[in-house]
T-cell receptor
């Protein structure tokens, strides 16, 4: 069962902000939203996660809507090295497993 | 740096010949996972160990087995690899918990080729 919906692909110009949306309308109260990315031929890399408050770290910001049914990952100044597949995953509570959906292929263009 | 290490990075095996992939971690995480990722697809969970307890996904073929001799190491055994088992195999770890999920740390993966 797909618990998240993401666009298949997005483009972004180098140096601009990349805003990646994710819908998770069936999220339950104790589930977190996780974002991972996977650069070609590498293992997935953790980016950020949140429950209901917006979060920021050195890599990105995560904006979660008040009803928690959607979120946006923001890469503030995208570089060519940010080209990757970005996965939005909902998990938590009694479920500690990460189930990957199809993700969004973000291409950062010069 | 604490990390998850997978060896080898690339593995070639013959059709039907048993092969073992290894994963080690220095994070002292109690949960270890094995994912299979075929070309252009998302990673798919095969099974995981929560401490010493083995948890198989319902659709994981019997051809795939796993061993975890201690906290640091976990092995993926493919008893009789077929051409369809060619994929990237990813190992991941986490600090498991019922109420909070700390996220996973992944290794770089082992790319398996079956000839």
């Amino acid at each position: 069962d797909a618990k998240t919906t993401q666009p298949t692909s997005m483009d972004c110009a180098e140096g601009r902000a990349a805003n990646l949306p994710c819908n998770h309308s069936t999220i339950s109260g104790n589930e977190y939203v996780y974002w991972y990315r996977q650069i070609h031929s590498q293992g997935p890399q953790y980016i950020i996660h949140g429950l209901k408050n917006n979060e920021t770290n050195e890599m990105a910001s995560l904006i979660i809507t008040e009803d928690r049914k959607s979120s946006t990952l923001i890469l503030p100044h995208a570089t060519l090295r940010d080209t990757a597949v970005y996965y939005c995953i909902v998990s938590g509570g009694s479920n500690y497993k990460l189930t990957f959906g199809k993700g969004t292929l973000l291409t950062v263009n010069p | 740096d604490a990390m998850v290490i997978q060896n080898p990075r690339y593995q070639v095996t013959q059709f039907g010949k048993p092969v073992t992939l290894s994963c080690s971690q220095t994070l002292n995480h109690n949960v270890m996972y094995w994912y299979q990722q075929k070309s252009s697809q998302a990673p798919k969970l095969l099974f995981h160990y929560y401490d010493k307890d083995f948890n198989n996904e319902a659709d994981t073929p019997d051809n795939f087995q796993s061993r975890r001799p201690n906290t640091s190491f976990c092995f993926l055994d493919i008893r009789s690899p077929g051409l369809g088992d060619a994929a990237m195999y990813l190992c991941a770890t986490s600090r498991g918990g019922r109420l909070r999920n700390y996220g996973y740390t992944f290794g770089s993966g082992t790319r398996l080729t079956v000839v």
